[in-house]
């Protein structure tokens, strides 16, 4: 990698610590253009199922608390776990699983803290190195983490080499975690080999972001819905209409029947795959550069998407805790 200017070839490791204890005793300062998370958010006309679980959400630092990496891509604004407790109280969901986000690397205190002071009522997906010791890994699973993370979008992370991958799964998968994977519709066929290799139940994020402008039943969804169909292991979540919309109507402003183009994908796998679904908020919706919904009316969603009783209560209540609660189901 070309240094940064004024660093020294062949210095770059030993700048960015320096960098990092600098930050640790400084305020962050956010991206530019930067979009904090939404006040007030309005309450769900959508009542949720008793139980119900945002099983894709973050806590941000705080940064002065819990520093953010030196190796992120992007400085978000601060999101505490009391304010991720605070929304769950809001909207009427019961519980959470937190997953840690690319701006804290792979140190997972800020996770993990958020699991320690849930109650029970948080589990947990870490980002780990190779380097984490069975010591560690069993510190996590008492807090409550039940997954690691494997990141393939390249704007979030550096490349990390799949034979690291693979012996991180083989070490988690005793103790019974999943690997959440989350990556780009176009990335699939590349990845389809690894992905099939994981010797534990495998959690897509997003769909595997799809391109909603194609057809949903054109090639590239369609090889999705082949890996959910020939993999029984592989689970998606239905998440993040905001992100994958690209004709909206956004939810915000009262608009309860938003990101329509998301619709037909997001209802496909919850029809074909009732029993491998999950769904979350993902606030506080890093990376969003268009605008910032309203969680009420992304709760609102739901029904468009799973809209029998049936549906809704294994998206948002069986399907959670079967994989994240699975000694109380
Ligand atoms: O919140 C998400 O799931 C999506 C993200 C951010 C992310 O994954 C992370 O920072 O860890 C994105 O697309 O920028």
């Not at 029993?275 to 268009?290: A, I, S």
Request: net charge negative; glycine share 6%.
């Amino acid at each position: 990698m070309k240094p940064a200017p004024g660093v020294p070839a062949g210095r770059p490791a030993f700048y960015r610590q320096q960098l990092a204890l600098v930050e640790r005793d400084m305020e962050f300062t956010k991206t530019p253009g930067w979009l904090d998370w939404y006040q007030g958010p309005t309450k769900p006309q959508f009542k949720l199922p008793a139980g119900a679980v945002d099983a894709h959400c973050h806590v941000f630092g705080p940064g002065a608390e819990f520093p953010y990496a030196p190796e992120r891509k992007y400085t978000p604004c601060d999101a505490s776990k009391h304010q991720l407790y605070a929304l769950r109280d809001h909207l009427g969901f019961a519980r959470n699983v937190v997953v840690q986000a690319t701006c804290h690397g792979a140190d997972n205190r800020a996770m993990v803290d958020a699991l320690v002071h849930s109650g029970g009522k948080a589990r947990g997906v870490a980002t780990v190195r190779r380097s984490v010791t069975d010591g560690e890994l069993k510190a996590m699973h008492e807090a409550g983490v039940r997954g690691v993370r494997f990141n393939f979008v390249k704007r979030l992370v550096d490349f990390t080499p799949k034979d690291e991958l693979l012996e991180i799964a083989s070490r988690i998968a005793p103790l019974g975690w999943h690997v959440v994977i989350y990556f780009e519709a176009v990335d699939l066929p590349e990845l389809w080999d690894f992905f099939t290799a994981l010797p534990t139940t495998v959690v897509v994020d997003h769909m595997g972001r799809p391109d909603v402008s194609k057809p949903v039943d054109g090639p590239e969804f369609e090889l999705f819905l082949k890996f959910m169909r020939e993999n029984e292991n592989v689970w998606s979540k239905v998440s993040c209409p905001e992100r994958l919309s690209v004709t909206g109507p956004r939810a915000l402003d009262g608009e309860r029947n938003a990101y329509r183009d998301v619709v037909p994908f997001a209802r496909k796998v919850v029809e074909s795959f009732p029993d491998r679904v999950l769904w979350g908020t993902d606030w506080p919706h890093p990376n969003l550069k268009d605008h910032m919904p309203d969680d009420g009316l992304l709760v609102d969603f739901i029904p468009h998407i799973a809209p029998t009783a049936e549906l809704q209560q294994k998206l948002l209540v069986d399907n959670p805790m079967r994989l994240y609660w699975p000694e109380e189901v």
